[in-house]
């Protein structure tokens, strides 16, 4: 067991349950707005408990500290996303995971290379940037 970095690090909610999409989604982005350094954002995620297990490498840390929540879309019971914009109005993709608990797998701002579009200008080849996700850069 690792002992908590402050008591606001906590992995149980109030009501004593295991996060709920919502829940780790405000907790991460606490955990966003205190972090100066991806590497910390990270290591502070592990050790709340919300980053899936091989995630990191598309988890952004971005400058923008506020962000709101456009919407919540819900594949089934064990993947979750949330629409999110800064306040520039860019709109960022969180993707959760439900393995035993909800935690993150990724926080990528929409391509700047399609738009989110995944093609590259109508060619039949995917975006280069994204590699025709339409969500961070490859
Ligand atoms: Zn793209």
């Not at 606001?8 to 109030?14: R, T």
């Not at 520039?88 to 959760?96: A, C, V």
């Not at 700047?112 to 995944?118: A, L």
């Amino acid at each position: 067991m690792h002992a908590p970095l402050s008591p606001s690090f906590s992995l149980a909610s109030p009501r004593g349950h295991s996060l709920d999409p919502p829940e780790v989604l405000a907790l991460f982005l606490e955990l966003h707005r205190r972090s100066q350094h991806r590497i910390y954002l990270l290591y502070v995620m592990r050790e709340s408990g919300i980053l899936a297990d091989g995630a990191g490498a598309e988890i952004y840390l971005v400058d923008d500290k506020k962000f709101e929540v456009v919407e919540q879309l819900a594949h089934d019971e064990c993947r979750c996303t949330f629409i999110l914009k800064d306040k520039m109005n860019w709109p960022y993709r969180m993707e959760l995971l439900k393995k035993g608990s909800w935690r993150v797998e990724s926080f990528q701002e929409q391509c700047v290379g399609c738009f989110g579009e995944g093609t590259d200008g109508g060619h039949d080849w995917g975006c280069g940037v994204c590699g025709g996700s339409g969500w961070g850069v490859l």
